[in-house]
């Protein structure tokens, strides 16, 4: 876990051409580290592993790794207001998923004030309307929704946008038409820009959601899976070290246009034992180019 990403990237480069150090900036090229992260929302069940025990470590993560865009799950206003009072130099984007200002669950994207602008953003709900506050989607459990930056590299004028969601934990067809949805709002606000989206997808690579993202006309590759090198663990999932090690799949992803290059992706593996680990979740951090 004290493993420096950054450092581990400038050490790999002289084994793959194509691996990125986000350390090496380029005038006509846009390097940077990205992350998805589901936080584990705040509540009293977790004991040793409440967020109150965590929220130190986490910022001290995000920090240490140097994440330069990120896309987090599970954030309700408090949390993010602990994370912003612990992160100043990183902007956070989004909006709580019930209300559309602060009560429920957000998806922030965030990312560092002094590196990138932002162009515009918003939060659609993933739902026959997408526009309707709070809306539940066609056969899901719960209100779900994507928050999206646009942004632009302030060393070169690169424009690109970032997705974060986090997909039903039941609904099928919800986490399909999701899916479709966000592939439609993405072409019609940055058309064929680079983009990427970042999330909790609820299931694997074997899901009908993740062939819908990665098979349909507009095309998204799995940042990890066409990664040059592939560090630390390969699940994310591990409720706090409890599910059985065979038991523990990857549900967290990144998803890429083609037009991005991908260099390499890390997810640290949890701390043994019964506390000391950032959430329930492994985060994964993945370096990108275009």
Not at 102 to 120: H, I, M, Q, S, W
Not at 241 to 250: A, D, I, Q, V
Request: neutral net charge; glycine residues 6%; hydrophobic residues 35%.
């Amino acid at each position: 876990m004290k493993m420096n990403f950054k450092l581990v990237i400038a050490a790999l480069a002289s084994l793959s051409m194509t691996a990125c150090s986000t350390n090496q900036k380029s005038e006509s090229q846009t390097e940077l580290s990205c992350a998805t992260f589901n936080v584990r929302y705040d509540t009293p069940v977790d004991l040793q592993n409440n967020w109150k025990y965590r929220k130190d470590s986490i910022a001290k993560f995000i920090k240490v790794h140097d994440i330069d865009v990120l896309g987090m799950q599970e954030v309700y206003h408090p949390m993010l207001k602990d994370l912003e009072q612990r992160l100043p130099e990183y902007k956070f984007i989004g909006v709580g998923k019930v209300d559309g200002k602060t009560e429920g669950a957000y998806n922030p994207v965030v990312f560092k004030k002094d590196r990138f602008e932002l162009l515009d953003s918003n939060t659609f709900w993933l739902s026959q309307y997408p526009d309707s506050i709070g809306f539940i989607g066609w056969d899901g459990a719960c209100t779900r929704i994507a928050t999206w930056a646009k942004l632009k590299d302030k060393q070169n004028g690169k424009i690109f946008m970032v997705v974060n969601t986090h997909f039903d934990h039941v609904g099928v067809v919800a986490r399909r038409e999701g899916a479709l949805l966000i592939m439609r709002r993405i072409q019609d606000i940055v058309g064929d820009r680079p983009a990427f989206l970042t999330g909790d997808f609820n299931v694997t690579d074997k899901s009908d959601a993740y062939t819908t993202l990665t098979t349909n006309k507009f095309v998204f590759k799995d940042a990890y899976k066409i990664s040059t090198k592939k560090l630390g663990v390969s699940y994310t999932i591990h409720e706090f070290g409890k599910l059985p090690l065979e038991e523990r799949e990857k549900i967290d992803f990144i998803f890429t246009t083609p037009q991005i290059k991908v260099g390499t992706s890390f997810i640290p593996k949890e701390p043994e034992g019964d506390s000391g680990f950032l959430s329930d979740h492994n985060p994964q951090i993945t370096t990108l180019s275009f």
